[in-house]
């Protein structure tokens, strides 16, 4: 009598328990793969988005677009961005040409970008990290910036997430000390 009682009790064999664990795995691993990718799909947005509004105020400036008061601002077209915030941010102006960078009382705000990951870094390279840094295009082929240049490297800026991938997007070329050329382009890391 006994044994019939051990027979018809219920319960998981190893080979039940090894299953539901390979499942779970399995499961986990697909979930971390998709995590990585999101963030890289986040981080790519964030960087053509960069990318697009630093064509757009080289366009503003080569077009000598004017402002609202009916003039090409004395500074041209900028973007300053600001990675003391969180998320991080940065904004597109017109510049008054009274001072280098954005003046929030000086300066005409165009438009104000927050990054929607509050993992993400940006910094100029080379050079320290500056949590507020901007460039402007006075005209197609003249700019003032804070963004430091390094010899044989155009003026760029990083874009990190909390993966380490990176966004490198070289904003400019130093082609003499009076001449730029606005060569904007990105390049990711893994």
Known sequence: ????????????TLMELLVVI?????MTGI???????????ELKAVAERVVADFKQIRNLAASRVINEDNEYPAGGYGIYFDDSTTPSEYIIFAD????PGYQDTEDSMINKVLFSDDDLTIK?????????????FITEHTANTDIPYADH???SIEIEN???DKAIISVYDLI????IWGNISVEYEQ
């Open 176 to 179: 003499d000390p009076s001449f």
């Open 162 to 164: 909390a993966s380490s």
């Open 1 to 12: 009598m006994v044994i019939n009682r051990l027979k018809k009790q219920s319960g998981t």
């Open 31 to 41: 979930m971390v793969i998709s995590v990585r990718q999101t963030d890289t799909e």
């Open 153 to 155: 490297a155009a003026g």
């Open 22 to 26: 390979s499942i779970i795995g399995i």
């Open 96 to 99: 008054d040409g009274q001072n």
């Open 124 to 136: 100029p390279i080379p050079g320290n990290y500056n949590i507020q840094f901007y460039f402007t």
